[in-house]
């Protein structure tokens, strides 16, 4: 009775660190690699009384960790080892796949990136989960605008969007969104990609993740460029950076960095305006 009374205790304290490392993803990477150290450390100590999807959890997120640390090398052994468990639970099978598609679209490999999420995106239909098939999506849509292929890309964030109910969590809607209007951008249909931004206004405001929200507003300064709202451009770009800066991990901030100086590089180049002036102001 003690023993099985301690593996579930075990057992209890690996998932509760493999969630809580995945919950502090947006807006902490410090404490998520810390915990995800931690989970897979544990996992490892208790391997012969674990249930081997707990073990394949662990190491996934482990694996993410790495990853969004930007450490790919060591992020690819684990989730090698991750792959090479017998996982049984189709949602720790998909979000393997899922992980190491990111992964591969971090490091080039955006062909196998696509395979990965369309078989996950076939699992999460054959489970009829239609919020995980939506976040998959999203997924796709990213690898499909580093591929250069706009049509696909919002092809991709449209349908995860139509799989998304009223009870979706707020960071998935928010992100596919943030996702649809990049896009729109990057197909010159700044249009849309205004009314599109407008209309996802009430769901960015709720946001409690810093990098989400730093993201959007980096959204908004390229939009803003694009419509030669040089002075908004340069006051989004001011928000993300202000948001991003005091983050413990932060690696968009270089990318940031130069875009900012890129436009202010710009600004200066511009014969004064009083017009821009006023707008300064």
Not at 109 to 129: F, N, P
Not at 237 to 258: D, F, G, M, V
């Given at each position: 009775?003690?023993?099985q ?16 490392a995945?919950?502090?993803?947006y ?8 915990l995800?150290t931690?989970a ?17 959890a662990?190491?996934t997120q482990y ?7 930007g450490?790919f090398?060591e ?40 395979q990965?999420l369309?078989?996950a ?19 796709l849509?990213i ?11 919002l ?14 969590p ?8 943030h996702?649809?209007?990049k896009a ?13 931004l407008?209309?996802l ?5 709720r ?13 908004r300064a ?6 030669r709202?040089l ?20 690696p968009?901030l270089?990318a940031?960095?130069k875009e ?13 305006d009083?017009?821009?002036?006023r707008?300064?102001?």
């Amino acid at each position: 009775m003690k023993l099985q009374r301690n593996r579930l205790a075990n057992a209890e304290k690996v998932q509760t660190l493999v969630d809580s490392a995945f919950a502090s993803r947006y807006h902490d990477v410090a404490t998520m690699l810390k915990l995800s150290t931690a989970a897979v450390a544990l996992a490892e100590e208790k391997r012969h009384e674990l249930p081997v999807d707990l073990v394949v959890a662990a190491w996934t997120q482990y694996g993410n960790a790495l990853r969004i640390a930007g450490r790919f090398l060591e992020a690819d052994r684990a989730l090698e080892r991750a792959a090479a468990l017998p996982a049984s639970d189709p949602s720790t099978k998909t979000h393997l796949l899922e992980i190491k598609a990111s992964l591969h679209r971090n490091t080039g490999r955006l062909e196998s990136a696509a395979q990965l999420l369309t078989a996950a995106i076939e699992a999460h239909r054959s489970i009829g989960d239609p919020h995980a098939e939506a976040r998959t999506w999203d997924l796709l849509g990213i690898v499909y605008v580093d591929w250069g292929d706009g049509p696909r890309a919002l092809a991709a964030f449209r349908t995860a969007l139509e799989l998304l109910g009223p009870d979706a969590p707020l960071d998935v809607v928010a992100s596919t969104g943030h996702n649809l209007v990049k896009a729109l951008i990057l197909e010159g249909r700044l249009s849309a990609a205004a009314s599109g931004l407008a209309l996802l206004e009430p769901f960015y405001r709720r946001l409690t993740s810093a990098r989400l929200s730093a993201k959007v507003e980096w959204t908004r300064a390229t939009l803003c460029r694009e419509l030669r709202q040089l002075p908004a451009a340069q006051l989004a770009y001011e928000r993300a950076y202000a948001l991003l800066i005091n983050e413990s991990h932060s690696p968009e901030l270089p990318a940031l960095i130069k875009e900012m100086a890129g436009l202010e590089a710009e600004m200066s180049s511009l014969p004064d305006d009083p017009e821009m002036e006023r707008s300064k102001g």
